[in-house]
């Protein structure tokens, strides 16, 4: 069963593709083999059914699942988030973060924040904040403390800066744990940034040539190998561009 | 479902920039982004790439009767499809406020500028008459769909090629492609759009905004031109006071990017009228790469399967008595070679030398031309490496010569030798 996926690691399958198995007729001695679908793959009966275009990926022992680069965002809890406040409703803030509906942040959420002491967000700002509840039916929930209520570099942004879209599988490579294109990103010169899963990201630099620069690099390396990504990043350092 | 609200710091950052003359994709204030023009494999279709802005046009024609006031004129339709795949913010079916603006712009630049001769659309005075649709859809909006859909549609108009009409007495007969070539629009100019976003009042102007910028805008002019620098329509938006100095240099660089614009829709009906002459890949066709199976799985496919053996016998009886095969004449004698189906192989004696054997077996040939005794053999074969093997020396160079190829054949073949020696 195992050898039908790991035939396809790496290929590029698309939705509709099935992987079927021979079911042995009878389980004697043979254990059952287990495993485990990630995003992108889907079970149907004695079927795995792909139902996002991507390349399959493994992950010992048994894990698969498909490198998509989607755009669309769909909350996932505990995931942290960068939405722009679209309402001030009572005592919650709608916020967008880029899902199918919008999310709603309770004005306590932030630190510090008490019945009398609201925080000063207004509609249109920017808040890094983190889903508490993401479940398909409902409408999802922020918020911008952890759980022992300390904002922990969540809250509202400050001024300035530049907001800009990449795909997600983008945004995955950046927060990944040494992650080569923020290293190579580091070299060039200081400047600030925020990540949010939902494929946004904030930078702000000392001048507006180079938060526009950064935000350009970030957004070409989406197509590059690491090779062209250093090329392109030397050249820029080196002033050519 | 709603747009993506433009967050505060969008809105602040890209003031800043344009008044550092600066834009997001690192253009001048001037410049347009890159345009691609290319063609389906139909007569009038054409889609327009303007940065990430993507926009199809499908022209169609129809046989009508006309309008009882122009009983010899054809007519024009436009029609602007916004579909949600362009953009979240786009409904299906709905006509919307920025819809109706762009049908009205794409009416009054093609329509009513009279670039195309609605008279030549005349097929009987009074009954008949051909209707041209030109069919706009976005695929992709990132700003400035105007401009896009401008040129989309005056190049699908160029590209466009009606069938011809025979009118006989009272009949009317509409040839199809085949029995005659199609006719192409008579257009008298080429009418393109050009759009001015200003922002801060007016004080600062860029041409081909983009999604972000048109909205931060204050303002947009729209001037429709042709190369012969004749406005055809001329249309400001979002309520701003502009200076009779600025629409004239509005107009002075519209003619220039016009020109621009022209030339480069020319460029493309050439080429594509050339690929189609030589009969090439052309339009959607050439952007199709290889076919390739990428399904994991076929579904069983039912075959007819009840009296194959009847049929088959019937096949065998009908068909003629094929032409009595005689096994190759050829002896088959140590160092030939034989090729084909049914015949004895013997070449490859060994296994492990499969991966030689076309070489082995060029040179055998070789070696059979000269005689079994001569030992200079020259493989005069199509081998990318044209080497002069010398066999009866191998031994010795061959340890000074690197380990090619060529070499190592040579040097089993003169193993082979000994063997049958």
């Known amino acids: 069963m195992q050898a039908c996926f790991k035939d396809k690691v790496g290929d590029v399958l698309l939705p509709g593709d099935v992987f079927s198995f021979q079911m042995p007729e009878s389980i004697t001695d043979s254990k059952p083999e287990k495993v485990v679908c990630g995003p992108g793959l889907r079970r149907n009966g004695d079927e795995v059914l792909v139902c996002k275009s991507g390349i399959l990926r493994h992950k010992q022992p048994n894990l698969y699942w498909i490198d998509s680069q989607q755009r669309r965002y769909v909350p996932g809890k505990g995931e942290s988030v960068i939405g722009i406040i679209t309402a001030k409703s009572g005592d919650i803030f709608k916020v967008d973060v880029g899902g199918s509906e919008q999310a709603s942040l309770s004005y306590l959420a932030f630190e510090g924040a008490t019945k009398r002491n609201r925080p000063n967000v207004q509609v249109g700002d920017l808040v890094y904040s983190q889903f508490i509840i993401a479940n398909k039916d409902m409408e999802p929930e922020l918020v911008c403390i952890d759980s022992c209520g300390r904002a922990n570099g969540m809250g509202v942004f400050g001024a300035g800066g530049l907001l800009f879209k990449v795909s ?36 702000k630099s000392k001048t507006i040539q180079q938060t526009l620069i950064v935000a350009n690099l970030l957004e070409s390396c989406e197509n590059m190998t690491a090779q062209q990504r250093q090329t392109l990043f030397r050249r820029v350092a080196d002033g050519s561009i | 479902m709603r747009d993506t609200p433009l967050s ?8 800043k920039a344009i ?3 600066k834009r997001l994709d690192g253009r001048q204030t001037y410049d347009y982004r890159s345009i691609k023009i290319s063609f389906g494999t139909d007569y009038g279709c054409c889609f327009v790439d303007l940065g990430k802005t ?6 169609s024609c129809e046989l009508i009767t006309p309008k009882e006031n122009r009983p010899n004129e054809g007519i024009m339709f436009f029609n602007i499809e916004l579909s949600p795949m362009a953009s979240p913010a786009f409904e299906m079916g709905r006509q919307s406020e920025l819809l109706v603006k762009l049908n009205r712009q794409l009416e009054r630049c093609l329509r009513n500028s009279k670039c195309i001769d609605t008279e030549s659309l005349c097929v009987v005075s009074g009954e008949k008459v051909w209707q041209i649709r030109v069919d706009v859809h976005l695929l992709n909006h990132d700003g400035n769909l105007m401009d896009a859909a401008s040129i989309a549609a005056i190049a699908a108009l160029c590209h466009f090629r009606r069938p011809d009409v025979g009118i006989q007495g009272e009949e009317v007969t509409v040839y199809s492609t085949e029995e005659r070539d199609p006719i192409p629009l008579s257009i008298y100019h080429m009418p393109i759009c050009v759009s001015f976003s200003f922002f801060q009042q007016g004080t600062y102007l860029l041409v081909d905004p983009c999604e972000r910028e048109e909205r931060v805008m204050d303002g947009l002019l729209m001037i429709a031109m042709n190369k012969h620098r004749e406005i055809c329509s001329i249309q400001s938006s979002g309520g701003i006071m502009l200076l009779k100095d600025q629409v004239l240099r509005c107009s002075k660089i519209a003619s220039v990017k016009v020109s621009e614009i022209t030339e480069l829709i020319n460029k493309a009906l050439e080429n594509d009228k050339k690929a189609r002459k030589t009969g090439g890949k052309f339009g959607f066709a050439e952007s199709l790469p290889q076919e390739r199976i990428t399904a994991l799985k076929t579904d069983v496919s039912p075959v007819e399967m009840s009296d194959v053996k009847e049929k088959a016998n019937e096949i065998v009886q009908r068909a003629e008595v094929p032409p009595q095969t005689v096994p190759s004449p050829v002896l088959t004698a140590p160092g030939t070679g034989q090729v084909g189906e049914g015949l004895e192989n013997s070449w490859g004696l060994e296994e492990e030398e499969e991966e030689e054997e076309e070489e082995t077996m060029e040179l055998e040939e070789g070696h059979k031309e000269k005689g079994r005794g001569d030992m200079v053999v020259i493989s005069d074969s199509d081998s990318e490496e044209e080497d002069v093997v010398i066999l009866n020396q191998v031994t ?10 060529q070499g190592a054949v040579a040097s089993k073949q003169k193993q082979k030798k000994k063997r049958r020696k």
């Open chain 2, 54 to 59: 993507r926009i199809m046009a499908q022209v």
């Open chain 1, 168 to 203: 997600l599988g983008l945004v995955r490579r950046l927060l990944a744990p040494q992650s080569e294109i923020a290293k190579d990103l580091e070299k060039m010169f200081p400047f600030e940034i925020v990540v949010g899963m939902n494929g946004r990201v904030w930078v």
């Open chain 2, 19 to 21: 008044e550092e003359k």
């Open chain 2, 396 to 405: 010795t160079k061959e340890k000074a010569s690197s380990s090619n190829q």
């Open chain 2, 8 to 15: 505060n710091c969008e809105r602040d950052f890209l003031l």
